[in-house]
């Protein structure tokens, strides 16, 4: 079995943690690809591991494997999309973060984690994308999101206006601090903090949510997820950001967007007992309250 890792700096909290994944994987028997910078930090931080491996810096080096595991929070979940790509790899979450909806096996449910990929006893979820295009701006090839898609200002005192498309016919035009364009693995990260509303992974569906409106009656909406999206902006300044999750861009204000979704999906490993609804009442703190 072939199995790539991924991730970032830890708290020193989690090395053990690390130093145990490590030893769980060389017994059995695993053959390890190792982010190139994340094996500099492992050796700073003394793990050691079975050193017959591959070092991989992007997608194009990341080779055939299995697997690959994510050790950190959601955001370096995120950031295994650009590796993992159309291959159809499934992605394991260790969280070593803060929340962790993606990322969603704890550190003492590692040895059974690994003996779930060992034995192929997991759920598979299919997570939908989102990808954006721009008739003068060229995103690369990375031009997809896993959470959301947001349209924001960059002046901290002037709104923008967002003039949005559903399949050509004019839908709105929204003044706000920007827009968030969310999957429903989104539906739980910054679209949910600006009061967009929780779907469940399967739903197929997309949400548009504004962020900060000045009109109060203006609220978020859920969209099928077929629907093709153009954006316009008009704004006091030369341009205005667009962030696929964490990966920040500065458009000029003639671009004109389309977003739509991906046709391919990103597969997360969820171990049997880690339903998403499960996943929600724990992340969410509901049932805190003592009449539960």
């Known amino acids: 079995m072939k199995i790539a890792i991924y991730g970032k700096k ?6 053990s943690s690390i130093q145990f994944l490590f030893d769980e994987l060389k017994r059995k028997d695993v053959t390890l690809s190792i982010d190139a910078n994340f094996h500099d930090y492992l050796q700073q931080k003394k793990i050691s591991f079975n050193k017959n491996i591959r070092l991989f810096n992007d997608s194009n080096d990341l080779g055939k494997v299995d697997y690959l595991i994510s050790i950190g929070g959601d955001g ?4 295994t999309i650009v590796l993992v790509r159309d ?9 070593t973060g803060r929340l962790g909806f993606l990322s969603n096996v704890k550190t003492d449910e590692i040895a059974e984690a690994i003996e779930a990929l060992i034995n192929q006893e997991y759920d598979i979820d299919e997570r939908s994308m989102l990808s954006i295009e721009a008739d003068n701006y060229d995103f690369g090839t990375n031009n997809y999101a896993l959470n959301e898609i ?3 200002r960059t002046d901290s005192s002037t709104m923008i206006t967002v003039h949005t498309y559903l399949d050509d016919e004019f839908l709105n035009s929204y003044w706000a601090d920007g827009l968030i364009i969310s ?3 989104g539906s739980t990260a910054y679209s949910l903090s600006c009061n967009g509303p929780i779907l469940l992974p399967d739903s197929e569906n997309m949400i548009i949510t504004p962020i900060a409106p000045h009109n109060l009656n203006v609220r978020p909406l859920v969209i099928n997820d077929e629907k093709v999206l153009k954006i316009q902006i ?6 205005y950001v667009v962030a696929l999750d964490s990966r920040s861009f500065s458009l000029p204000l003639d671009a004109t967007l389309k977003i739509t979704k991906t046709p391919h999906t990103i597969k997360l490993i969820r171990l049997k007992e ?3 609804l499960k996943t929600l009442r724990s992340k969410l703190m509901w049932g805190i309250d003592k009449r539960n």
């Open 234 to 239: 008009d704004a006091r300044s030369d341009n």
């Open 274 to 276: 880690h339903t998403f």
């Open 87 to 95: 291959s159809n790899i499934p992605v394991l979450g260790i969280n």
């Open 10 to 15: 830890v708290a020193n909290i989690y090395i």
């Open 150 to 152: 947001t349209l924001h």
């Open 183 to 185: 999957t429903p693995t």
């Open 76 to 79: 370096t979940f995120l950031e």
